[in-house]
């Protein structure tokens, strides 16, 4: 087993390469640089092939495998918060950056996060183009009598009531730090996109 480098086993530049970037990124966010450092390893494995960068497949089953998290429309949309510079692929600075939000988040980091999941259009609002597929796929797992596009229209209706504070038919980043804080079931009103304290601890436990 000597000098092959098989999937688990890490050559020491490589290791050398890990341990620097987990005490770098120690400083900017919640992880301790020996978890930042294991969380890079479990990456490292889980990377594409030569490259330092995890695909939308891979992420996609370790958020419903570790995090119970299975709606595609919103497995897609948390991808997309992670991939901050938007090259369809997670980096190893997105990937511990990512985390320590999805696992140990201040509320505000939470409320921030929601949003950019939420604002499908990237334009800053939350809109009823926004809102539309994410209540219908929740709508869809209650089985309901009524016309599902009225039943969609009804609870588009029923946030905007709640959670539109300066009435402009569309929710600000202002309008939905101000819902949540009222009331906090509120950040996942258009469907789960952080993962449960359970979940989240469970997950970290296997990086101490
Ligand atoms: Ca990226
Ligand atoms: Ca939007």
Same mark, same amino acid.
């Given at each position: 087993?000597?000098g092959h480098?098989?999937p688990?086993?890490?050559? #020491? #530049?490589e290791?050398?390469?890990i341990?620097?970037l987990?005490? /770098?990124?120690?400083?900017?966010t919640?992880?301790?640089?020996?978890?930042?450092e294991?969380l890079l390893h479990y *990456?490292?494995?889980?990377?594409?092939r030569?490259?330092?960068?995890m695909?939308?497949?891979?992420?996609?089953?370790?958020?419903?495998?570790? *995090?119970?998290?299975?709606?595609?429309?919103?497995?897609?949309r948390i991808f997309?918060? *992670?991939?901050?510079?938007n090259d369809?692929h #997670?980096?190893?600075?997105e990937?511990?950056?990512?985390?320590?939000?999805?696992?140990r988040g201040t509320?505000e980091?939470?409320?921030?996060?929601a949003?950019?999941?939420?604002?499908v259009n990237g334009d800053?609002?939350?809109?009823?183009?926004d809102? *539309?597929?994410?209540?219908?796929?929740s709508?869809?797992?209650? @089985?309901?009598?009524?016309? @599902?596009e009225?039943?969609?229209?009804d $609870?588009?209706?029923?946030?905007?009531?709640?959670m539109?504070?300066?009435?402009?038919g569309? $929710?600000? /980043?202002?309008?939905?730090?101000?819902?949540?804080?009222?009331?906090? $079931?509120?950040?996942?009103v258009?469907? @789960?996109?952080? @993962?449960?304290?359970?979940?989240a601890?469970?997950?970290?436990e296997?990086?101490?």
């Open positions: 087993m000597s480098d098989g688990s086993s890490i050559n #020491i #530049i290791r050398k390469r341990a620097k987990a005490e /770098h990124l120690s400083k900017s919640h992880f301790a640089a020996k978890e930042a294991h *990456f490292y494995k889980k990377r594409l030569d490259k330092d960068k695909d939308r497949i891979t992420f996609r089953h370790i958020l419903h495998v570790s *995090f119970q998290i299975s709606d595609d429309f919103l497995m897609d997309r918060a *992670f991939d901050k510079d369809s #997670i980096s190893m600075e990937w511990i950056e990512g985390l320590s939000t999805f696992v509320k980091e939470k409320i921030n996060f949003f950019v999941v939420y604002d800053g609002y939350i809109s009823k183009e809102m *539309f597929p994410m209540l219908k796929a709508l869809v797992k209650m @089985p309901t009598e009524e016309d @599902p009225e039943g969609i229209k $609870l588009l209706d029923l946030v905007l009531k709640k539109d504070h300066d009435k402009d569309r $929710l600000s /980043h202002v309008d939905f730090t101000k819902s949540v804080c009222n009331d906090s $079931l509120l950040l996942e258009f469907g @789960p996109c952080l @993962p449960t304290t359970e979940a601890d469970k997950f970290m296997e990086f101490q």
